[in-house]
T-cell receptor, first 113, second 109 residues
Framework: DADVTQTPRNRITKTGKRIMLECSQT?????MYWYRQDPGLGLQLIYY???????NKGEISDGYSVSRQAQAKFSLSLESAIPNQTALYFC????????????FGPGTRLTVT | GQNIDQPTEMTATEGAIVQINCTYQ??????LFWYQQHAGEAPTFLSY??LDGLEEKGRFSSFLSRSKGYSYLLLKELQMKDSASYLC??????????WGAGTKLIIKP
């Protein structure tokens, strides 16, 4: 079984709809991250969490919110989706040390029409 | 601002050697990572450099020069399965990863 899972894998939604992307991990890692990837751009950090009670904004948090329901679960919400949020979204986890490698989920391809 | 530069695309021949360069300008430095990403898939970790010099791991090696803000990933004995994008990422003074846009490597028979 995959260590980091994301649901759904693909989603098409309409402008103005609320949507939630979910991430679960079995690696026992404290740190979790949400990124978006657009063609021709590097991964951009949306939010990150170093433990259940610690949530931080990344470089592009506007229009997004997150919830860390448990050590193993980290959800990303788009309160009112807009077309420029069409992208590939990745969840990642890492150990609780600063230079740890990150382990990525398979990604969610989101299209906002 | 913070910036990571790497070539957009490179082409190489099966069995050959290819070097993918990465230059960076960041607020602080706490290490440089290379990840491999096949099309439509998740990035996977390849290497981490925090000190100057060459780190070798099988067919892949990664080099770092902190004074020059420069790294390269060297792939030897190229195989068709090495066709992928290679992402360079630098950990800044706040221990946040700054990602390059990636280099798409095309391997030809």
């Amino acid at each position: 079984d995959a260590d980091v899972t994301q649901t759904p894998r693909n989603r098409i939604t309409k402008t103005g709809k609320r949507i939630m992307l979910e991430c679960s991990q079995t690696k026992g890692h404290d740190r979790m991250y949400w990124y978006r990837q657009d063609p021709g751009l590097g991964l951009q950090l949306i939010y990150y969490s170093f433990d259940v009670k610690d949530i931080n904004k990344g470089e592009i948090s506007d229009g997004y919110s997150v919830s860390r329901q448990a050590q193993a679960k980290f959800s990303l919400s788009l309160e009112s989706a807009i077309p420029n949020q069409t992208a590939l979204y990745f969840c990642a986890t890492s150990e609780g040390r600063d230079a740890a490698e990150q382990y990525f989920g398979p990604g969610t391809r989101l299209t906002v029409t | 601002g913070q910036n990571i530069d790497q070539p957009t695309e490179m082409t190489a021949t099966e069995g050959a050697i290819v070097q993918i360069n990465c230059t960076y300008q960041t607020s602080g430095f706490n290490g440089l990572f290379w990840y491999q990403q096949h099309a439509g898939e998740a990035p996977t970790f390849l290497s981490y450099n925090v000190l100057d010099g060459l780190e070798e791991k099988g067919r892949f090696s990664s080099f770092l020069s902190r004074s020059k803000g420069y790294s390269y990933l060297l792939l030897k004995e190229l195989q068709m399965k090495d066709s992928a994008s290679y992402l360079c990422a630098v950990m800044d003074s706040n221990y946040q990863l700054i990602w390059g846009a990636g280099t798409k490597l095309i391997i030809k028979p």
